[in-house]
């Protein structure tokens, strides 16, 4: 797809997308595998995964992100909380960042940018805070500007992401329940103006009603919705 200059942005069901950049940094967000119903079990990741970005520390979002890191030697990136914490499960290498700050990876910035939502894992019957839950905005270079948007529902910051970062494509969840909706994910696309949308975090649970299809009905031209099946390439 001519926007993306030669980025590969697959879609593994859930919030877990795969980029590959053109100049050749692998990223993996929101690793979500083992349990993950929608993951496409014939998929094979990359030897090579420099990186994992995690939006926040919900166990749908992070479930793999330590064994992945281990047996890849990725870095982790993600809130500081929740990389101490990885940090704490044998996790060996981490960037630790908050909301607003950018840092430089080989080929792009990866900033952070606010999200409305919870983060926290259950250890041993108690609730342990891992940080604010965030966004990420991926500027590649000579590339797409991609925006995950993490879990989160609408809010009019997103005019924000769009003034400094102009994302081209955005990656919206919207099944729904612990996240927006369809409709909420329509007046995100009207904030954010992106060329591309890809849905995520939908179909994963039944709770997860929200399809692309009613997100396309509700914009000027649903055809900006990418229809993607988990394992696919925009
Ligand atoms: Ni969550
Ligand atoms: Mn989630």
Redesign the pocket.
């Known amino acids: 797809m001519s926007i993306l200059k030669g980025t590969k942005v697959t879609w593994l069901g859930h919030?877990t997308v795969l980029v590959e950049t053109a100049c050749g940094t692998n990223l993996l967000i929101d690793p979500f595998i083992e349990h993950n119903p929608s993951f496409p079990k014939e998929f094979v990741l990359p030897k090579k995964l420099d990186y994992i970005l995690l939006t926040h520390g919900?166990m749908?979002?992070i479930a793999d992100a330590a064994p992945l890191a281990q047996k890849h030697a990725s870095t982790v990136v993600g809130i500081y909380e929740l990389t101490s914490y990885l940090t704490g499960k044998g996790v060996e290498k981490t960037i630790g960042m908050n909301l607003g700050g950018t840092v430089s990876l080989p080929g792009l910035d990866v900033t952070m940018v606010e999200a409305k939502h919870s983060s926290s894992m259950q250890e041993g019957g108690t609730i342990v805070y891992l940080g604010e839950a965030a966004g990420m905005v991926l500027t590649v270079k000579d590339g797409p500007v991609l925006y995950h948007a993490g879990?989160t529902c609408v809010f009019s910051d997103m005019k924000l992401i769009r003034e400094l970062y102009a994302p081209e494509v955005a990656m919206l969840p919207m099944g729904g329940h612990?996240?927006m909706g369809p409709k909420e994910a329509a007046l995100a696309a009207k904030f954010l103006e992106p060329k591309l949308i890809l849905p995520i975090?939908w179909g994963t649970f039944p709770p997860l009603k929200g399809t692309p299809e009613q997100l396309a009905a509700l914009l000027p031209d649903g055809s900006i919705v990418a229809r993607v099946k988990p394992g696919q390439a925009l």
Do not use: E, P, Y
């Open positions: 919030a919900h749908d979002h879990d612990f996240t975090h």
